[in-house]
């Protein structure tokens, strides 16, 4: 049986994010994200990854011609992005617009609302559009194949024995050829089925 701090180990939960900071950042800066976050119980903080020099960057539309530090921190006590954010701004000397914290699903999002930044240099609105059969969906067409479809799934019913036997019919009911109209080579779902009746009568006999 395992002991309670086993189970308490097995139900851990971390919580992660992102911090990227803007402009230079020091050596130290890891550690002082680390001390900064002291009081969420840092699990790890990873060395800082710089992004190369750009002329913009989405996260920081106002600086122009920066490069971007990103850390990786692994907390485990839960914080929001806001609180990690204005501990850090206070301890690195940096203002709060110089710094973006996100968790995982965050950064997806971002992610995705900025994957079409960058022009194609391909006008959309002179691009012709995909031809497509609507008939095949809706329609007439449609229609008609959905009815060919019903007619070749014919069933006849399973005849059971029971008490009441001389009341039913001696054989399972039998259908005649059914109707197909020459034209469009569909079977009519009116009047082509004729079902044979038992002969009640001759059963009270």
């Known amino acids: 049986m395992k002991s309670f ?29 680390k001390a900064a976050l002291s009081q969420y119980d840092v699990e790890s903080v990873s060395k800082g990854t710089r992004t190369p020099i750009q002329e ?11 490069e971007v530090t990103v850390y990786e921190v692994c907390l485990n006590y ?14 690195i000397s940096k203002t709060e617009s110089q710094i973006k914290v996100r968790n995982p699903e965050e950064e997806a ?24 059969d609507g008939q095949t969906l809706v329609g007439d067409k449609h229609v008609m194949s959905l009815l060919k479809e019903l007619s070749k799934n014919k069933t006849t019913g399973e ?3 029971g008490t009441n036997d001389k009341l039913l019919a001696k054989k399972l009911p039998s259908e005649k050829a059914a109707k197909t109209d020459k034209r469009t080579g569909v079977v009519s779902p009116v009047g082509t089925k004729k079902i044979t009746k038992p002969d009640v009568k001759s059963a009270r006999g």
């Open 56 to 66: 913009s960057h989405y996260d920081f539309p106002e600086e122009k011609n920066i």
């Open 78 to 91: 839960p914080a929001t992005s806001e609180q990690i954010r204005a501990a850090v701004a206070s301890k």
């Open 109 to 132: 999002e971002c992610i995705l609302n900025h994957a079409n930044d960058e022009a194609s240099g391909e006008a959309l609105l002179e691009k012709p559009l995909e031809e497509i």
């Open 5 to 33: 701090k086993e189970y308490l180990i097995e139900s851990k939960q971390t919580y992660d994010f992102k911090i990227k900071i803007a402009g230079e950042c020091p050596e130290k800066c890891a550690e002082d994200i």
């Open 159 to 161: 005849q059971y024995k």
